[in-house]
């Protein structure tokens, strides 16, 4: 799969600063402020996690990260846009004469964002934050999002997506849903208006969309082998009940540094 250049280097001045002209010694900067933050805003969420205790908790002055990015946002948007990255180039990994191609770049987009079942770091601050984002973000996120959409489902994108960030579902039953639904719509818009009732002036309302129509057909309601699958998304504003200290980010990053241990540790 390829994402377009243009949308890749959409806003790229202003909140891109890996596009820009950089020396190894940023960039390598720039990959450790990156898997810093993503550690610890997935440990304790983007409310608790300031730009200033950030750079402390790595060690890297504030004015210095600010030259790599502009705020908390910007930081978030760059982490988002390769995560997304990734997941583009794994669909893309999928033959373009593979048999049954969509459904193999789905098993691959649920690789690249699950491990052991759960949803990685980066996927988690993407699927809880990027609707939350500054606007000149959320832009460049959404319309990438958009791409791998169309990409895995040209059909009903929102509503696949939905499905694949779940992590209540592996991909076989995302398949027999994905499946299920579209023969469970055999009828025209024309059609299913010309039996539905005529409903009195005063009730009239207006028809939903066609996310929701096309959510409302997969969402496991009309198909009870499936079980309705909602987990709350934390909210940016739930938060911790406090800010973690400078020597909690510290350590939560050293946690997250150290190698698993064995099973018979």
Known sequence: MHIPARILRKHAIDVVPSLRDQTEREIRREE???????????RFGAAAVTFTNLAIAIKIAPSTMRKHFTDLDALMGEMMRRHLQTISQAMGAVPRDAPDRRRLQRAAYIEATRFFGAPTEAHL????????LAEDERITIEEIRNVIGATLDGENPEGTLHLLDSPCFDIDQIEAMLT??????????AEIT????????TQATEPPDDIDLAW??????????FPL?????PQPGDGPE?????????????????????LAA
């Open 32 to 42: 450790i402020i990156l898997k810093a933050a993503e550690s610890l805003i997935a």
């Open 194 to 201: 010309a039996q539905a009732e005529t409903p009195e002036p």
């Open 180 to 189: 299920a639904a579209r023969a469970a719509v055999p009828q025209s818009a």
């Open 216 to 225: 409302s057909r997969i969402s496991g309601v009309e198909f009870p082998g």
């Open 242 to 262: 406090r800010t973690p200290s400078d020597a909690e980010l510290r350590r939560a990053l050293i946690e997250a540094r150290a190698p698993p241990r064995s």
């Open 125 to 132: 601050i993407y699927t809880t934050y990027r609707t939350i």
């Open 229 to 233: 699958c909602q987990p709350r998304i």
